[in-house]
């Protein structure tokens, strides 16, 4: 056998066949990480679309409590804008206030019978908090997938390949400091 063959495929094909196989992880890692971005993004688009029409519905029997709709509107149109910018970190604020918010309204709702009898509002909620559901599924899976990517970016010898073709770092979808404390329910009560 040719020494010189063997020198070259050890030198020159085994890195280079190396480079390719990380490469290719790093690409498929990604565009896992695009697509489970994706789905959040459809997710809270069908969620913003239904808010509309959940606080329609309430303006019809909640004469008295138009700042508590106020606040929604004014949440929901702070994770639309942090949703367009793909700001991560102001979309988790946003998400938390909407959330709050949203919480706040399902819970003044209760004071008004007509309301939580009306099909259209049972509905509304029960879509919403389904959507809600399915967000932080995929916003846990999201992180997930973009934590290994990160992970993989700094890792040698991944990192080489990673700085070459310039991939770049996925902010994760974090939690605001106010949502690892203690809840408190009863402000709910009062």
Same mark, same amino acid.
């Given at each position: 056998?040719?020494?010189?063959?063997?020198?070259?495929?050890?030198?020159?094909?085994?890195?280079?066949?190396?480079?390719? /196989?990380?490469? @290719?992880?790093?690409? !498929? $890692? %990604?565009?896992?990480?695009?697509?489970?971005? #994706?789905?959040?993004?459809?997710? &809270?688009?069908?969620?913003?679309?239904?808010?509309?029409?959940?606080?329609?519905?309430?303006?019809?029997?909640?004469?008295?409590?138009?700042?508590?709709?106020?606040?929604?509107?004014? /949440?929901?149109? @702070?994770?639309?804008? !942090? $949703? %367009?910018?793909?700001?991560?970190?102001?979309? #988790?604020?946003?998400?938390?206030? &909407?959330?709050?918010?949203?919480?706040?309204?399902?819970?003044?709702?209760?004071?008004?019978?007509?309301?939580?009898?009306?099909?259209?509002?049972?509905?509304?909620?029960?879509?919403?908090?389904?959507?809600?559901?399915?967000?932080?599924?995929?916003?846990?899976?999201?992180?997930?997938?973009?934590?290994?990517?990160?992970?993989?970016?700094?890792?040698?010898?991944?990192?080489?390949?990673?700085?070459?073709?310039?991939?770049?770092?996925?902010?994760?979808?974090?939690?605001?400091?106010?949502?690892?404390?203690?809840?408190?329910?009863?402000?709910?009560?009062?």
């Amino acid at each position: 056998m040719n020494i010189g063959l063997i020198l070259f495929a050890s030198i020159i094909v085994a890195p280079l066949l190396w480079a390719i /196989a990380i490469y @290719n992880q790093l690409v !498929a $890692l %990604k565009n896992n990480a695009k697509k489970s971005w #994706s789905n959040i993004d459809v997710l &809270l688009k069908q969620r913003n679309s239904e808010l509309p029409k959940l606080i329609d519905t309430c303006k019809q029997h909640m004469q008295y409590e138009q700042e508590t709709l106020v606040r929604v509107v004014a /949440a929901r149109q @702070n994770a639309e804008a !942090a $949703l %367009k910018a793909g700001d991560m970190q102001a979309l #988790s604020g946003a998400e938390h206030q &909407l959330e709050s918010s949203l919480m706040k309204l399902f819970a003044v709702a209760e004071d008004y019978p007509e309301l939580k009898a009306s099909d259209a509002f049972l509905r509304l909620q029960t879509r919403i908090t389904s959507l809600e559901d399915s967000v932080s599924d995929r916003r846990e899976f999201y992180n997930e997938t973009a934590a290994v990517m990160n992970t993989r970016r700094e890792q040698f010898p991944d990192n080489i390949v990673a700085n070459v073709f310039n991939f770049e770092e996925f902010q994760l979808m974090e939690f605001q400091l106010d949502e690892l404390g203690d809840i408190s329910v009863a402000n709910q009560f009062q």
